[in-house]
């Protein structure tokens, strides 16, 4: 039990830093792809606004280059891959294939080489800061830039503090690493996964089960 509440955490906290409309999308997020488009086609600086799914599709069959047209077969790819897999499959394939730094490819491999722990062994804000090198893995790993990886666990918190998943008290807690961040992590685990468990009941009609191969 202890394993599949880590993944449910796990997967919970993906999908609300990595794409919070995980569940109500069918691979893309037009407004998003529009948005994104026109800021990246003024400024100098890019920004990117991928789904899960998107990424899963770089991840597996892409390269790193950036251009449009590796874009346009992203979109393509994640629209194959949401038909051919469930969101749960697609999440677990999320958590063991992407790319957490430091050569570590999925969750089994960040778990260890970060934390020497394997999955149902880490706490939550290992598993928090896990979580928030996804999006620049090379700038957010504990091992190369632990002030840039701080500062990455710390913006996640606030997220999640604004969007109402931990009160001011928890995020208070967890941050200072208290005696009562135990408690405040507890509270707010079970809270995370609530939420998380609705909304996939909500999309597929049933509560569905995050696997994870956990040989190393």
């Given at each position: 039990?202890?394993?599949?509440?880590?993944?449910?955490?796990?997967?919970?906290?993906?999908?609300?830093?990595?794409?919070?409309?995980?569940?109500?999308?069918?691979?893309?997020?037009?407004?998003?792809?529009?948005?994104?488009?026109?800021?990246?086609?003024?400024?100098?600086?890019?920004?990117?606004?991928?789904?899960?799914?998107?990424?899963?599709?770089?991840?597996?069959?892409?390269?790193?280059?950036?251009?449009?047209?590796?874009?346009?077969?992203?979109?393509?790819?994640?629209?194959?891959?949401?038909?051919?897999?469930?969101?749960?499959?697609?999440?677990?394939?999320?958590?063991?294939?992407?790319?957490?730094?430091?050569?570590?490819?999925?969750?089994?491999?960040?778990?260890?080489?970060?934390?020497?722990?394997?999955?149902?062994?880490?706490?939550?804000?290992?598993?928090?800061?896990?979580?928030?090198?996804?999006?620049?893995?090379?700038?957010?790993?504990?091992?190369?830039?632990?002030?840039?990886a701080l500062r990455a666990r710390k913006k996640l918190l606030y997220r999640l503090y604004k969007g109402g998943w931990l009160t001011g008290w928890e995020a208070y807690q967890l941050l200072l690493q208290s005696e009562n961040a135990a408690v405040a992590a507890a509270e707010f685990t079970q809270r995370l996964i609530a939420g998380f468990t609705k909304a996939e009941a909500s999309r597929t009609g049933?509560?569905?089960?995050?696997?994870?191969?956990?040989?190393?």
């Amino acid at each position: 039990m202890i394993i599949h509440e880590r993944l449910k955490l796990l997967g919970a906290l993906i999908v609300f830093a990595e794409d919070g409309l995980f569940f109500e999308h069918y691979g893309l997020r037009w407004r998003t792809i529009y948005k994104v488009f026109l800021y990246n086609l003024h400024h100098s600086k890019k920004i990117g606004g991928s789904t899960i799914t998107q990424q899963l599709a770089r991840t597996l069959y892409l390269s790193a280059e950036k251009s449009y047209w590796r874009k346009i077969k992203e979109a393509v790819l994640a629209l194959w891959l949401e038909q051919k897999y469930t969101k749960e499959e697609l999440l677990a394939l999320y958590i063991n294939k992407v790319n957490y730094g430091k050569g570590c490819i999925g969750i089994k491999q960040a778990a260890c080489f970060y934390y020497h722990k394997t999955l149902q062994e880490l706490e939550l804000l290992e598993i928090v800061t896990l979580v928030a090198i996804l999006p620049n893995p090379e700038r957010n790993n504990p091992a190369d830039f632990p002030e840039d990886a701080l500062r990455a666990r710390k913006k996640l918190l606030y997220r999640l503090y604004k969007g109402g998943w931990l009160t001011g008290w928890e995020a208070y807690q967890l941050l200072l690493q208290s005696e009562n961040a135990a408690v405040a992590a507890a509270e707010f685990t079970q809270r995370l996964i609530a939420g998380f468990t609705k909304a996939e009941a909500s999309r597929t009609g049933m509560i569905p089960e995050i696997k994870v191969d956990m040989d190393f």
